[in-house]
């Protein structure tokens, strides 16, 4: 008797087509929408239907070092099924070899950037595992060639980062096209969903890792990442997340007074965005504590906005951390917080870290009152009140305010100004009981931010710049450089020349005095940014430079003309929004560290002098 045959009907089908079953298009992970109503309308109906646990991740090993007792491995894994192709994303997983199952965050890179071994070994040296997901498909060590492959999608960046892309550009928009999931508008089509479904299976790898504590789990992420990080932070499984220079609530908003700062055009939806994608559509449902890790003139997550965001929270286990004068470059002092935070919150480790200082803010008779009382005084190294009358976030300079202290007290008296907005907050500064290493350099304080208190009058007319007092003193330096920023300690920048009290009349000149001891020449070099000034205020960049030779003070007199674009405008101070100065010691090429203290004096004054 012939044996009966057990073969499925599917296979069947397959063997009368001369084909296999791997020759079938799989099943995709999301069910596409056909019509409207089936379209999710608010950020945890859009997730509802996806459990990121369901499909098996199919890890891969490409490669693995051990060092310091760390162990790091490069991998890939599944993130789904999309239009019948598999998408894989490339990561490093990194932990400590401890026999343990550590506590364990999630690492989602920025724009522009890759995955990062090293970062993943210095966060395994203080105890946890982490894997670094490489959304943007860049080629990372350990592989001859780009390992993450999305498939027939494309939440990349475009050709210039991604070898396989499918778009020229970061789609953001609800529109459909060939490469997204749902033939309809819908928020599945930008590729800040696709991203943060990246995200969440990398969630489910950790928990399924040995050497994880599934219970112990955070998420992070800077700039695009940050963004990445404040869309994940529903998760359950979460229990701290900590975002870096993005991730903040109201992009689709103007500035108060100006025509300028929102970012979201096109997008196919508003309201629809606004209550699916825009993070502060997650944010008022986040139960997890958050850090938020800034600097105070972040372009990606503007200042006002991150508290607009922390103001969503039903909860208030929550800090800021951010270093003046900077654009989306965290210092030590705020890196330091991301171990702090999930030593604390994922690790158990008790780090006592100080609550978000409380702060009042008043106004009486044209003058603001400000008060701070940073907890843990013992602990505490400096209070510093900064203000500010610009609405431009990325732009604004920040005043450092006369301060008195009464009783463990803090307080400023501002100056209000009819018409105009007023922004003012405290910043902070801790000492740390020793000297902690990061994963660059390291640090002995750390910095937690009060409250940003706004003032917003409702008959805003910026125009009212021109009433203010002005001065036209850049900085004599009696303070260092303090209103300054470095990343290296050589080139400084600031963003003075946008307080509207400096007077930047058209014409005037530009007064810089050096102190060069004698026989000493130093090449001078000046670069001026106009950026993100909206309003149609971005000329471009600016640059001088010169050789000065030392026999002491001198006074160098620029005119504006002085100053190359290489396309050819004229410079107007007013438009300048980051001046920059760096000094060169001609002989050995060298850059000076202006901040330290043999060198100061050697910048005395700089000013805008009338004609």
């Known amino acids: 008797m012939a044996k009966k045959s057990t073969s499925t009907p599917s296979a069947i089908i397959a063997l009368l087509l001369g084909t ?30 996806y459990d990121s646990s369901v499909e098996a991740l199919d890890v891969k090993v490409h490669q693995e070092w051990k060092k310091d007792g760390v162990v790091s491995r490069l991998i890939t894994f599944k993130v789904g099924t999309f239009k019948g192709a598999d998408s894989r994303i490339a990561a490093y997983y990194c932990f400590p070899e401890n026999g343990n199952k550590n506590p364990a965050f999630v690492w989602s890179h920025g724009g522009g950037q890759c995955a990062d071994r090293n970062r993943g070994h210095y966060f395994a040296t203080q105890g946890f595992a982490t894997v670094d997901i490489n959304w943007l498909g860049r080629p990372l ?29 970061f789609k953001s928009s609800f529109h459909p ?37 599934a219970s112990k789990l955070g998420f992070t992420g800077f700039s695009m990442g940050g963004t ?26 103007n500035y108060p007074g100006m025509n300028s700062g929102g970012v979201i055009r096109n997008i196919g939806d508003l309201e629809l965005y606004k209550n699916t994608i825009d993070p502060g559509a997650y944010w008022k449902h986040v139960t997890v504590p958050v850090m938020f890790i800034t600097s105070s003139n972040d372009f990606h997550s503007t200042l006002d906005r991150i508290y607009q965001s922390m103001d969503l929270l039903p909860h208030d286990n929550w800090r800021v951390t951010g270093n003046m004068h900077a654009n989306h470059g965290p210092g030590p002092e705020q890196w330091i917080m991301l171990t702090h935070w999930f030593k604390q919150h994922l690790a158990g480790d008790e780090q006592d870290i ?5 702060s009042t803010f008043k106004i009486e008779n044209n003058t603001a009152h400000f008060t701070v009382t940073p ?33 463990d007290t803090w307080k400023a008296t501002i100056p209000v100004y009819s018409k105009l907005p007023l922004y003012t907050f405290a910043l902070c500064r801790y000492k740390l009981a020793e000297e902690h290493p990061l994963e660059r350099g390291s640090t002995k304080t750390f910095s937690i931010n009060s409250y940003e ?11 009212a710049f021109k009433n203010l007092p002005k001065s036209s003193l850049v900085d004599d330096f009696s303070n260092g450089m303090v209103n300054w920023s470095s990343r290296d300690g050589a080139n400084f920048k600031t963003y003075k020349f946008q307080d509207p009290q400096l007077d930047t009349t058209l014409g005037n000149k530009l007064a810089i005095t050096l102190n060069i001891k004698e026989g000493q020449d130093v090449l001078l070099g000046v670069g001026l940014d106009s950026k993100f000034n909206g309003n149609g205020n971005d000329l471009g960049n600016f640059n001088y430079g010169s050789k000065i030779s030392g026999h002491g003070p001198k006074t160098i007199l620029l005119e504006a003309k002085d100053f190359k674009s290489k396309d050819d405008k004229a410079l107007e101070w007013s438009k300048v929004s980051t001046f920059s100065i760096t000094l060169t010691d001609a002989e050995t090429k060298q850059r000076i560290k202006l901040a330290e203290p043999k060198n100061a004096g050697l910048l005395q004054r700089i000013e805008l002098i009338k004609p």
């Open 375 to 407: 907890a843990q005084k013992e602990r505490l190294k400096d209070v510093e009140i900064y203000y500010s009358y610009h609405p431009n976030a990325i732009t604004r300079f920040w005043k450092k305010a006369t301060t008195t202290e009464e009783a």
């Open 141 to 169: 060590e350990g592989a001859k060639e780009g390992l993450t492959d999305w498939g027939k999608i494309d939440p990349t960046q475009g050709p210039n980062f991604y070898a396989k892309a499918l778009r020229k550009h």
């Open 177 to 213: 096209d060939e490469h997204s999931v749902d033939p309809i508008i819908s928020p599945r089509n930008s590729n800040w969903f696709m991203l943060s479904l990246a995200g969440r299976r990398a969630l489910t790898f950790l928990e399924q890792q040995p050497e994880v504590d």
């Open 453 to 463: 208190h706004t003032h917003i009058p409702a008959d805003i007319d910026l125009a």
């Open 354 to 358: 100080p609550a978000t200082p409380p």
């Open 20 to 49: 296999s079953l791997s020759g079938f298009a799989q099943q995709d992970s999301l069910t596409p929408y056909t019509s409207a109503d089936q379209v999710p309308k608010d950020a945890l109906a859009l997730w509802d239907s």
């Open 228 to 253: 990445i990080t404040s869309m994940t932070s529903t998760d359950k499984r979460l229990k701290a997340v900590a975002p870096f220079v993005g991730g903040t609530a109201n992009l689709h908003e």
